[in-house]
């Protein structure tokens, strides 16, 4: 495509991707063309893709990073490969453990009483221990009177035992 602008300086050309609409600046003033078949996305593989995934994004930064490195440094030792090493295995572990000791040190539970220190609770749970208390006292007086009851019982029981 071609445009002529007689007596004009030509300072900016804008281009928008994958739109039909070239920008020009110049010494008259500011004009737009029109591009026909522009908009097309028939988009060059080696050039970002407008439509691409955030997978397809990752991957082709790893291979532009992977084209970057010279083929003699990339080795793999096959001894290596999926082997774990043991020494850093335990060096995490034990500072995992060091931290995991640290937050249980610093760290204060709170307590998640909310309302519950209010009047009207403190005098219900008063109430509820009173009424504990005195059913305590209740079946221990009961279970004294049954004790008392049953030691004279055996003794009756012996002496007529013995007696007989």
């Known amino acids: 495509m071609k445009e002529e602008y007689p007596g004009k300086t030509v300072s900016s050309v804008r281009f928008r991707p994958y739109e039909d609409v070239l920008g020009v600046?110049?010494?008259?003033?500011?004009?737009?063309?029109?591009?026909?078949?522009?908009?097309?996305?028939?988009?060059?593989?080696?050039?970002?893709?407008?439509?691409?995934?955030?997978?397809?994004?990752?991957?082709?930064?790893?291979?532009?990073?992977?084209?970057?490195?010279?083929?003699?440094?990339?080795?793999?030792?096959?001894?290596?490969?999926?082997?774990?090493?043991?020494?850093?295995?335990?060096?995490?572990?034990?500072?995992?453990?060091?931290?995991?000791?640290?937050?249980?040190?610093?760290?204060?539970?709170?307590?998640?009483?909310?309302?519950?220190?209010k009047v009207g609770s403190r005098m219900k749970r008063k109430k509820l221990k009173d009424g504990k208390d005195g059913r305590k006292k209740a079946k221990d007086r009961i279970d004294g009177e049954d004790d008392s009851d049953d030691d004279d019982g055996d003794e009756e029981s012996e002496g007529e035992g013995g007696g007989g």
Request: charged share 35%; glycine share 8%; hydrophobic share 30%.
């Open 25 to 117: 600046g110049h010494s008259g003033g500011f004009e737009t063309l029109l591009v026909p078949g522009a908009g097309f996305a028939n988009f060059d593989s080696f050039e970002s893709n407008p439509f691409e995934t955030k997978k397809q994004r990752q991957e082709r930064e790893v291979h532009q990073l992977l084209e970057k490195l010279q083929p003699d440094s990339i080795m793999l030792d096959p001894s290596r490969i999926g082997s774990v090493d043991k020494k850093i295995v335990q060096e995490f572990v034990k500072e995992q453990e060091a931290k995991a000791a640290e937050d249980a040190k610093t760290v204060k539970k709170k307590k998640k009483m909310r309302g519950k220190d």
